[in-house]
């Protein structure tokens, strides 16, 4: 196949340089004369006794008569040649009845501007003039028309003028015009003379043969200006003859240098791209396969695509959309669910994947989803877990449906710990401290994917569940106290219920959930609960004062995670009341406001690069 592909390339080729060559090989019409006319050449063509020169690139053609005198045929009408001037491209021609010793005096043929067309190889040109030859039955006396002296023995009933123009309504009843015709007069109309007329009508007109077109059309472009079809057009340095043939042959061979021009920058262009997508294919399979075969015996088990598709159904069920992927629900051989995270846009040589699977690979924690297992089959990438079969946990404490399933405050109590549980793990008990920095119960997958919680965040304009530090350089130093600080948004969440921003709250003091709340407290009012009894508000009252310590507003005033698992496992009695927490959006500080690059490279860290699944307390504590 691609021996046949080489052949006609280089048939193409062959076919483009035999035109290009037969091209070459027109010459341009020599250097003729005739009479007292020298150096006829380009673009005309002179015709001497009925014979035409043996060349065909002058589209203009000139003839020789018997008198040795050079005519041009135009209009039907043949009119000698007395000048051709190559520098301004003119040629000055007259009529032949103006040189002719004949009464009346009158040009032989009609000629006037309307005559010519903008497609035509000629056109008047400079300042002439249009000349009516009239006869009249009755003298005229008006400056604006010249007597013809005529010495013939011809009736004196007629008299004949010449007239510069021709206006209808100038014109005397008793004259009307017999011919017309183009010239140059040297000076103003008015009490000339016959004799001066005269000699300046036999002077004739000149003619244009398409420097105005080459001009206007053609030298903008550095075209050349052809005529072709009875009209001048632009060819690009068409210098070979000027039928259509062999235009065609010289475009062709343009068109031909043209194509394999750009097929080979194309293929140039190609093989380059293909080399850097390959190069940089083969280094991230390289890194990663490196990296898989190093803890072969520590990974989670190694799936194929094909296992993928297959165990997605070909990617039928759609859990959700984050900024890393899109995750879907999936079904092993033996009928366990899955969720299978499908890896889009890694950044670097799979680094966003390596720490992934190197580090929840590691994590066996019982309120933490397992990483059961992973794919990396060229730039396909997958993470498989374990599936969440009770969703997520706002369909619970936000429930949309009068009549949905609520949670007890002892297992709301129970969730919040085993979350806490979780992160204090990820913080302490691994082998690299790991920081979360993605809550977001909203998320209805298995994942709280980071981007997503941005978004919300700054769509706001309030605080969110990203620590403000994230944001604001002047707060603090990122660290696990960011973790805090979103867990501590969770659990207020979960302990009034409702989301802690709501524009639809009754009083404008309610809609900041953290601002009302805590005001609450601190005036020593009791919290209102529906159908809650005394422990049920016990277990509320603690939820919400381990959260305002949780988010605070510096990251030294938050406790750590192994101090909020201590509070929520000890009673309200000993908690003491926070300070007032951070919470509203005229206390961020106006300085050092970090764009979102600034936010990427925080999170982007070695420390806190690597996407966590959500805590599986949830399913565990819900029967």
């Known amino acids: 196949m691609m021996l046949k ?42 015709k001497i006794n009925g014979s035409d020169q043996n060349c065909l690139s002058s589209p203009a053609e000139l003839t020789c008569d018997e008198h040795n005198r050079t005519t041009l045929n135009l209009y039907n009408g043949t009119y000698y040649v007395r000048a051709i001037n190559y520098d301004n491209s003119t040629i000055q021609v007259v009529d032949p009845g103006l040189l002719r010793d004949s009464c009346p005096f009158r040009p032989l043929y009609l000629l006037t501007g309307d005559n010519f067309s903008h497609t035509d190889i000629y056109q008047p040109t400079g300042a002439y003039d249009f000349v009516s030859f009239l006869d009249c039955l009755q003298p005229v006396k008006s400056r604006d028309y010249a007597k013809v002296n005529c010495s013939s023995s011809l009736s004196t ?53 398409g420097k105005y077109i080459c001009e206007k059309h053609c030298q903008a472009s550095d075209a050349f200006c052809s005529f072709s079809n009875y009209r001048w057009e632009c060819y690009d340095n068409c210098y070979s003859p000027f039928t259509t043939i ?10 031909c240098s043209m194509v394999i021009r750009t097929v080979i920058g194309i293929i140039v262009f190609l093989g380059f791209w293909s080399y850097k997508l390959y190069s940089k ?28 598709r297959k165990m997605t159904t070909d990617f039928k069920d759609k859990l959700g959309q984050g900024g890393f ?4 629900k999936g079904e092993l051989s033996n009928g366990h669910l899955v969720a299978v995270k499908m890896l889009s846009g890694s950044k670097g040589n799979g680094q966003d994947f390596i720490n992934e699977v190197a580090t929840i690979g590691r994590i066996h924690h019982v309120n933490v989803v397992q990483l059961i297992g992973f794919c990396s089959d060229g730039l396909k990438r997958a993470l498989v877990y374990d599936f969440m079969p009770n969703g997520s946990l706002d369909n619970y404490i936000f429930p949309k449906k009068k009549k949905a399933l609520s949670l007890s405050w002892n297992r709301m109590q129970e969730i919040a710990l085993g979350v806490a549980h979780a992160i204090e793990y990820l913080h302490q008990g691994c082998h690299v401290q790991i920081l979360h920095f993605e809550f977001l119960i909203l998320n209805r997958t298995i994942f709280f994917l980071m981007r997503t919680s941005l978004q919300k965040f700054r769509t706001l304009g309030l605080p969110g569940y990203i620590a ?12 696990y106290k960011a973790d805090v600080y979103s867990f501590g948004m969770l659990l207020l969440e979960m302990a009034g219920r409702r989301k802690n921003l709501n524009l639809d709250a ?118």
């Open 281 to 308: 294919m083969f280094v991230k399979d390289d890194a990663v396969e490196e990296f898989l075969h190093s803890y072969k015996n520590q990974m989670p088990r190694r799936y194929s695509y094909l296992d993928i």
């Open 506 to 623: 009754k009083s404008s003091s309610q809609i900041y959930f953290p601002s009302w709340i805590f005001g609450q407290l601190e005036k020593g009012l009791c919290i209102e609960i529906e159908d809650a009894c005394e422990s049920d508000k016990k277990i509320a009252k603690k939820m919400i004062i381990v959260a305002l310590w949780c988010i605070q507003l510096t990251p030294v005033d938050r406790p750590s995670m192994s101090k909020v698992v201590e509070m929520l496992e000890g009673e309200v009695q000993v908690l003491q009341m926070p300070p007032k927490p951070f919470y509203c959006p005229q206390d961020l500080p106006k300085a050092d406001l970090p764009g979102e690059s600034d936010f990427e490279e925080v999170s982007t860290q070695q420390h806190s690069a690597i996407e966590l699944p959500s805590f599986q307390s949830f399913g565990n504590v819900i029967e």
């Open 5 to 46: 592909r080489v052949w006609l390339c280089t048939c193409v080729i062959a076919i483009c340089f035999v035109i290009s060559q037969e091209a070459k090989a027109e010459k341009l019409c020599q250097p003729a004369s005739c009479g007292d006319l020298h150096d006829i050449r380009y673009p005309f063509r002179l």
């Open 246 to 255: 062999y235009c065609f042959q010289d475009y062709l061979k343009r068109a």
């Open 325 to 328: 992927g899109s995750v879907y």
């Open 468 to 479: 403000p530090e994230l944001f604001y350089r002047t707060i603090g130093s990122v660290s």
């Open 157 to 209: 009933t007629s008299y004949s003028y010449i007239m510069v123009g021709y206006r209808v309504g100038d014109l005397p009843p008793s004259c009307y015009m017999v011919t017309a015709s183009l010239a140059m007069l040297q000076q103003p109309w008015g009490h000339r003379s016959f004799s001066l007329t005269r000699q300046q009508l036999e002077r004739g007109f000149d003619l244009s043969w």
